[in-house]
């Protein structure tokens, strides 16, 4: 599977953006799928994960209330919804696909897209 992310941009703390991730191929239905971001300097954290029917979410901690991970299967999009937006949310943000739904580790996600860049300025 192939993955191309999108949605990212400059905006103010409080804010909100919602990035989308579009993925190629006939099986996005059958893959859990996840999102991950990663700062400057820093390692690639898990953000969200979604399973492939959408029925579980897992949310990193410090995002939950504030991010929700959505699919549209017909549509071989995932989404994450970011509202409540902070500074420390400034990073660049991957899909991620084929992992377990809530797997912190990127090892454990074997397809990843490009990322796209979030800014949140203070």
């Known amino acids: 599977v192939q993955l191309q992310a999108c949605g990212g941009g400059l905006v103010q703390a409080g804010g909100s953006l919602r990035l989308s991730c579009a993925a190629s191929?006939?099986?996005?239905?059958?893959?859990?799928m996840g999102w991950f971001r990663q700062a400057p300097g820093q390692e690639r954290d898990f953000v969200a994960g979604?399973?492939?029917?959408?029925?579980?979410?897992a949310y990193a901690d410090s995002v939950k209330g504030r991010f929700t991970i959505s699919r549209n299967n017909a549509k071989n999009t995932v989404f994450l919804q970011m509202n409540s937006l902070e500074p420390e949310d400034t990073a660049v943000y991957y899909c991620?696909?084929?992992?377990?739904?809530?797997?912190?580790?990127?090892?454990?996600?074997?397809?990843w897209g490009q990322g796209t860049l979030v800014t949140v300025s203070s």
């Open positions: 191929g006939r099986t996005f239905s059958s893959y859990n």
């Open positions: 979604i399973s492939w029917s959408g029925g579980s979410t």
């Open positions: 991620a696909a084929g992992g377990p739904t809530a797997a912190k580790v990127r090892e454990n996600w074997p397809h």
